[in-house]
């Protein structure tokens, strides 16, 4: 994971989880039962940079 990448995707994470990117309308509330989606916004974030795929894939959610 290239340095750079790591602080953008957790931003966008998080802002996914509180709601700020999301649709459910939970503005400012941590919830982390969408944390796939959340993960999946921030990766797309990443690829609409222009992001090369080697520094976009190691990004994967394990879990539920």
């Known amino acids: 994971i290239a ?3 790591g602080p ?3 931003d966008k994470f ?3 989880l509180s709601g700020a990117g999301g649709d459910d309308g ?9 944390s796939a989606r959340a993960l ?3 990766v ?6 222009g992001v090369p795929l080697q520094r976009w894939v190691p990004f994967i959610h394990l879990g539920q």
Request: aromatic share 12%; no cysteine; proline share 0%.
């Open 3 to 5: 340095d750079q990448d």
């Open 8 to 10: 953008k995707v957790a």
């Open 14 to 16: 998080y802002e996914y």
């Open 26 to 34: 939970s503005q400012g509330i941590i919830s982390i039962d969408h």
């Open 40 to 42: 999946h916004y921030a």
């Open 44 to 49: 797309q974030s990443l690829r609409s940079e």
